[in-house]
């Protein structure tokens, strides 16, 4: 069985067939939120669409809701849903205003919190405030509850 070269070492220079502005990146990047295989993904069919990211972004989103948004949502229970919910419609991600959003007292609310954290799905680095990590979760959690 015989290897094959790396692409740049048969003359394969991507940076002929693609070019990307300095711009265009950094709003790829914000895009993804930093998430592996968000980041991957956008900079596939980005590629396939010779670099505008703008043209694949519904193309995006659905491979993110296929391929692991259902898998996460469908592992969540009901109140973790409701919790979700309540985070995707604050804007801000004030805690208090998401907690009184949904009716939730403060002690019932934090449980849910702490598992949509130790999950992944939530970020509470800040004291008081709470927001997905994954990218665009916020609008399949409202489209899909």
Do not use: C
Request: hydrophobic share 35%; charged share 30%; proline share 3%.
């Amino acid at each position: 069985m015989s290897k094959k070269p790396p692409l740049q070492n048969q003359g394969f220079k991507w940076w002929e067939h693609v070019t990307i502005e300095s711009e265009q990146a950094a709003k790829m990047a914000e895009l993804t939120k930093g998430y592996p295989f968000a980041f991957q993904v956008l900079g596939y069919l980005t590629w396939n669409h010779a670099g505008d990211y703008e043209a694949v972004i519904d193309e995006y989103e659905q491979y993110l809701s296929e391929f692991v948004y259902d898998k996460i949502w469908s592992e969540l229970s009901q109140k973790d849903r409701i919790v979700a919910r309540g985070i995707a419609e604050v804007d801000g991600g004030k805690i208090k205003d998401i907690w009184e959003r949904i009716g939730m007292e403060t002690n019932e609310f934090n449980p849910y919190r702490k598992r949509l954290i130790k999950k992944g799905i939530l970020s509470g680095e800040m004291r008081g405030y709470v927001y997905f990590t994954l990218p665009l979760f916020d609008e399949y959690v409202i489209e899909n509850s």
